[in-house]
Structures are given as C-alpha cells and as structure tokens.
C-alpha cells in the first residue's frame, strides 16, 4: 500500500483536524488514489458523511484531482445495484472503498476482501457481524460507527 493510499485512509476514517499533516505523506506519489463512496440511497445522513469526508480531506490538505479521485455511487435502495456497484469498483481496482451507511457495509465487506474498506456513519459493525470487536476484525476494515449498545451509553 502506498504511503498515499495510507493517508487517505487516515483521512477518510478520521476526518479530523489533527491530519493536516496528512497532505505530506501523499504528495509526489504518482497516480491519485481512487476512492469509491458507496451510498445505498439518497437519505441526508449518507449527504452529510459525503460533505463530511470531502471537508476532512479538505482539512487534511488533499487535492482533488491530485491525491485522490472520489466517485459517489448510489443504489437508489436497491440491494442488487449495490452488489454490482461493488462488484464495478473491485473491477475498476478503486484503492478505498467507503461504505456511507449500514446497509452498504456487508455488501462491501464479502465483495472487496482484498480492498480498504473505511466505513462511515455505520451502526455498530459488530452488530453487523463484519467484526468481533473494535480490535477483532479484518484487517482491511476500519472506519467511524454509532455505538448503538445500551451499555456504551453508561456513565
């Protein structure tokens, strides 16, 4: 993996201030790395992850165009689409795929084994039986979830 490829992925699962350092790893490594964001439909928590994400590679000094090429997909709430929007994006040797809601996460996770995934704005993985735990899980696989058990809502 490239250390442009690398950056990106912090960029992408972090999407914080913190990685306006990122920009150096990836400047002057050839081609820009492919990011594919996966939405399963057109609801407004998959708009703000997308703006999210593009405003964390913002703040953590990426150029489109330069480090990275994103696509934006949609199944449109089809759940064959998403298979062969998956399927087109391991074809298609996209560097990062980004699942942008739970029900793009499984599709992703058994078609692209081979690939980075970094989810966003997913429920619980664990959950979602595509890990065992927050450090259990396969090692192409990170990303940002919403805790959804009653016990991580304790004091």
């Known amino acids: ?35 594919v964001l996966i939405r399963f439909n057109e609801a407004a928590d998959a708009d703000s992850g997308e703006l999210a994400i593009k405003a964390g590679l913002i703040k953590a000094g990426m150029d489109e165009g330069a480090d990275y090429e994103m696509k934006v997909t949609s199944a449109q709430n089809d759940l064959p689409t ?9 074809a298609d040797d996209v560097d990062i795929l980004v699942p942008l809601q739970s029900m793009t996460l499984q599709p992703t996770v058994q ?3 081979n690939k980075p995934v ?3 704005l997913v429920s619980d993985p664990i959950l979602l039986n595509v890990a065992k ?15 959804t058990q009653p016990a991580e809502f304790e004091t």
């Open 82 to 90: 998403l298979v062969n929007i998956v399927d087109a994006a391991v």
């Open 118 to 120: 970094v989810f966003h």
């Open 111 to 113: 078609r692209a084994k």
């Open 133 to 147: 735990s927050d450090k259990v899980h396969m090692p192409n696989l990170t990303g940002a979830y919403i805790k």
């Open 1 to 35: 993996m490239t250390r442009k490829c690398f950056a990106l992925i912090l960029a992408v699962a972090f999407v914080t201030p913190f990685l306006g350092t990122v920009s150096s790893l990836a400047q002057g490594e050839g081609d820009p790395v492919k990011l």
